[in-house]
């Protein structure tokens, strides 16, 4: 061993002792004959006293930032004690030492607040990885997936790995791919999930497996979004949705209490995702805070489960709202007092491109009871009341309304209800809210193709009573307008979303498991029955054999681990991560590679002429 | 849920209760107008019984093998109790069921010992995992897993995920390639192991790095080998060789405790490389039994440093040993009265291709003292007694020798050392010895290509004391057919492998942690500056910035399981393994893809065409 303790272990109570340290010299400080070093390792920093003689050698051998350096001396108490580190009571006072490497002057100082910026650091990522903000998400990683797996092994559940090398079935996102040189012109495809395996574990008896495990989607990169991201991969089997919701929010308060020392003993909401479309404009709410979307005209649910409202602000003369689609207001608590130049601000963030609304009408709820309205002329203070009413505004609120069509005016609301709490403060970063939402849709309509897809997977199945809506109807949109009509539209599926703060942290569904059943979700999906053999022909086989009922989760382990690390990035949650051109910068990978390689896999490049 | 209890978890205690179980119909027997089924799930058989009433309901929808049952009843005594199954006391008196599932006649039975060849046991994997001896196998895995996570993470390691999608680095194994869309005409690689990155992570001061991690090799495959196999990577900064043997022989002792109550007490023995080559003829002796290798001539080790004993056997007129590259020779215990037959037959097993020799040489070493032999006409008693003390043999022991090239006579006496411990059973399946083997040669020479190439891998150090042997040597070979007077030959490596029961069931060295002997190491390796710079520009940067001394090492998990498990098969230990041509025949995988994909890949299909 080149230490006998770490650089953050040493105590008062190890004074007079002789120990032997090892690593990276964090600072150096001079003081006339005497130089000071704070050495670091990942533990912590312990201080260095080099006394005179020493000193000399140091002269010869300076040290620089980064050196790697091993010290042998004696546990001294210090005189000025810095409290702010553990081992801040103590120095060692060097009796020798040994300089194990050298280091080149780092590109960016390896500090939390570092001077390098973000390619600088993903280049030379070992040396961000270096810096304790950069660390402390790395162990949290750990503790989270440390509590996962005791959790799991707790409730009976076994690691299985499934394999990485499996067959190409596009439906979905795209396939990572991989050429075989022993099966020329064929390919594997990495797995975008162990979905399909782990429902054959099922069939084969193991009832509750799971995995920690690496899956890859070649998409075109979002910000944060990572070619290959890892998953909380679960199932259960003999279980209906109610077993699983259980079981799972179970994990993820065994993840609070082990990671945050957090008691989340309350029970988890659940929310329809009817309710959270309609009272927040998104299927992840973050429920931290209140301000709940009004729906001042049309139902979003054109299936019209909720009753429409536009009598409210129909036919006052006010063409906007009148025209609009869909008109949707909050009340943005104790804001009534916003200067014009607030309220232009926000309308200016409104209009901005990613949200992309033509104008904000506000409605200012005085805390004296009367009203004061951007759109005065054409609402009566009665019209203002009732509207006000129906937004659940108090005295001192400010009502923002958004009108447009529907799709972008809902996301606009939630973008700008999302916007307010956290300028007033209501998304606490160390609160921690869990939300379920149950009961999506089985089906979204893809315009393009004019066809239905699955919204989960082809893998879900529908509420049980919704089962002989999808198999008494067929498929077909005549009119592609109106595909909303379509029986189908209102199927739900036994899906359901874990959302934490609110992002979707985790998604499952109850399976299907009778290959009739699962035959016709793929003839309903356009597959033809010679498709759907050729890419799921060893699930629909399994399902003759005996497949009990069961169902599973999956929870995105870098997003979790960045939202409890506080943090809105995965990226920093990932050891070596790849920028937004799926490009590992420090590597430079992906290469060329050699044309020997190519021959033996009998491929070669098709590379489009660029104009 | 659908069920109370699991099948393996009633006892006489329960007697009385109300239970529902669900699980798979494994027998169905009836007696008139009783019938008996066996419920079988993943954790036991239990015994139902259907009375008179609930039969008649049978006779409708008669149950079949592997059907999904779900039934609920009452808890009873049997009257005939199973000693042999743990709830063999009890059975269900059952009062009502549901087919939760039908089953087609599964095309093998789910038993211990299957009526299924191979072949159909791979293509219907998921009723072959049904099977118990599967199942367990499995179960083990899991729990070998899960005692290396808990040693490690007692001992201070993380869990850090390193990348799939890495750069092609040709050196040593072959690469599976991924075709970029996103760089069109560049490819990631699937990692054949994270070598790189945990050294970098070493350099980034996470001083206990471990992974349970998938690696990839694009190989011709062998009997047992697979292209995506296991590891248990693991690494160490500021270590010593001596530190990394007593971590990994906890490890191991830690699995025998955890996972098959085997208390290994003792310390694991070391032997130097050329002591096991030289004792056992083999790198990965199996010392469960001794039976050493006498080497009746030539050292094989050319360089020297064990002197040669061919004046027992030279100049004795018998020309196919004074004409034998090496001659070798193993002393059988207590086989001295073997027939003709018996020496027959062991003649024929060294002369099959696969271990290819001419001929073997026996003296039989008397229960009186005297000697017989099958070259009695060109070496007296005394020349028989000489060699007979000098291959260990006692009185009542057969020597056996065998005389030939010495790579291939060294292996064929190894071969049939382990083919007769086997037969004389002491290879014996209860028995676990470790041993790690050590000192191994840093180069290997590569006739094909007149180089040198690495023995362990590029990155691990020479012995601190043979570095400047390295250093100061140019790595150039002059006359290929005396390789082994070149220098290098006698560089030792800080290598180490651990060997079990005759397997080597892990390996790793300490690590180059300076960029100038690095880059001397990929020089001697043939490798030009350039070339070096683009493989492994990203380490020798790192090596820059404060690397520490670091080694490691790499278990491979699949086959750790399979010794463990009693088996010489690592494909019964893999949940989805491949076959010996890389497919996984119940995917169907590889397969052809659509030739979008390929377009969008810029790539296209070259296949050579066949005569």
Redesign the interface.
């Not at 069939?203 to 009832?207: A, L």
């Given at each position: 061993?080149?230490?006998s303790h770490t650089c953050g272990e040493l105590r008062l109570q190890n004074v007079n002792s002789q120990v032997t340290l090892?690593?990276?010299?964090q600072t150096v400080r001079k003081f006339g004959s005497i130089t000071f070093v704070d050495l670091?390792?990942?533990y912590g920093i312990t201080q260095l006293l080099f006394g005179e003689e020493l000193n000399a050698m140091l002269d010869e051998n300076p040290l620089g930032r980064?050196?790697?350096l091993q010290v042998t001396g004696i546990v001294s108490e210090r005189s000025n004690k810095n409290k702010n580190i553990p081992t801040g009571d103590i120095e060692i006072n060097v009796e020798s030492f040994k300089i194990?490497?050298?280091?080149?002057v780092?590109p960016f100082t390896i500090q939390d607040d570092t001077d390098g910026g973000d390619d600088l650091r993903m280049k030379?990522?070992?040396?961000d990885?270096?810096r304790n903000a950069v660390?402390k998400n790395?162990?949290l990683r750990?503790a989270v997936?440390?509590a996962t797996?005791d959790y799991l092994?707790q409730q009976g559940f076994?690691?299985?790995?499934?394999?990485?090398?499996?067959?190409?079935t596009?439906e979905g996102a795209?396939?990572?791919?991989?050429?075989?040189?022993?099966?020329?012109?064929?390919?594997?495809?990495?797995p975008q999930s162990p979905q399909t395996?782990k429902q054959?574990?099922m069939?084969?008896?193991?009832?509750r497996y799971y995995q920690i495990v690496?899956c890859?989607r070649?998409e075109?990169?979002r910000a944060d979004r990572q070619?290959?991201f890892?998953q909380i991969d679960c199932e259960m089997a003999?279980?209906?949705q109610e077993?699983i919701l259980n079981m799972f929010e179970g994990l993820i308060k065994y993840i609070f209490k082990a990671v945050k020392n957090i008691d989340y003993t309350e029970a988890v909401e659940r929310m329809t995702w009817e309710d959270a479309m309609w009272n927040y404009g998104n299927d992840k709410p973050d429920i931290r805070f209140d301000m709940k979307v009004a729906n001042l005209k049309s139902a979003f649910n054109k299936a019209g489960s909720i009753v429409a409202t536009g009598e409210l602000i129909n036919g006052a003369g006010f063409g906007v709202f009148d025209n609009a689609e869909t008109v949707l207001a909050i009340a943005v608590p104790g804001a009534s007092e916003y200067t014009r130049k607030q309220i232009d601000e926000l309308t200016d963030w409104v209009k901005r491109p990613q949200v992309g609304m033509q104008g904000m009408v506000n409605i200012k709820c005085n805390a004296d009871g009367t009203f004061k309205s951007s759109v005065d002329k054409f609402f009566s203070e009665d019209k203002l009341k009732a509207i006000a009413a129906f937004a659940n505004a108090k005295p001192g609120d400010l009502i923002l309304i958004l009108a447009g069509p529907e799709e972008r005016t809902r996301k606009a609301i939630s973008d700008l209800r999302l916007e307010l709490g956290e300028r007033l403060g209501l998304r606490k970063k160390n609160e921690y809210r869990l939300l379920w939402v149950l009961d999506f849709p089985l089906f979204e309509y893809a315009e393009e193709d004019n066809r239905w897809v699955a919204r989960h997977h082809p893998f879900t199945s529908p509420k049980p009573s919704h089962i002989e809506v999808m198999i008494n109807n067929d498929p077909v949109i005549e009119n592609a307008a109106e595909y909303l009509k379509h029986p189908y539209s209102n199927i739900k599926a036994n899906a359901y979303d874990m959302v934490l703060n609110g992002n979707e942290i985790g998604g499952g569904s109850i399976r299907i498991?009778?290959r009739e059943l699962q035959e016709k979700m793929f003839s309903a999906l356009g597959m033809s029955k010679e498709e759907a053999l050729h890419k799921f022909?060893?699930l629909l086989?399994?399902?003759?054999?005996?497949?009990?009922?069961h169902g599973g989760i999956a929870f995105g382990f870098d997003r979790l681990c960045a939202i409890l690390g506080g943090s809105e990035s995965i990226r920093d949650f990932?050891?070596?991560p790849?920028n937004n051109?799926?490009?590992?910068v420090?590597?430079?990978?992906?290469?060329?590679?050699?044309d020997k390689?190519?021959?033996?896999?009998?491929?070669?490049?098709?590379?489009?002429k660029k104009a």
């Open positions: 061993m080149f230490r090892a690593g990276w010299v670091r390792d990942r980064e050196f790697v194990l490497n050298k280091s080149a780092p030379y990522r070992f040396l990885l270096r660390k790395l162990e750990y997936n440390r797996r092994h076994m690691d299985i790995e499934t394999p990485f090398l499996i067959k190409s596009p795209r396939d990572f791919v991989v050429p075989s040189r022993m099966n020329p012109g064929q390919f594997y495809a990495l395996f054959l574990l069939v084969s008896g193991y009832d690496k890859f070649d075109d990169l070619p290959e890892t003999f279980v209906e077993d498991f009778q022909g060893f086989g399994a399902f003759e054999y005996g497949a009990p009922p990932i050891a070596f790849k051109s799926g490009r590992d420090m590597l430079d990978a992906p290469a060329t590679i050699d390689q190519l021959q033996e896999l009998q491929i070669q490049l098709d590379l489009e």
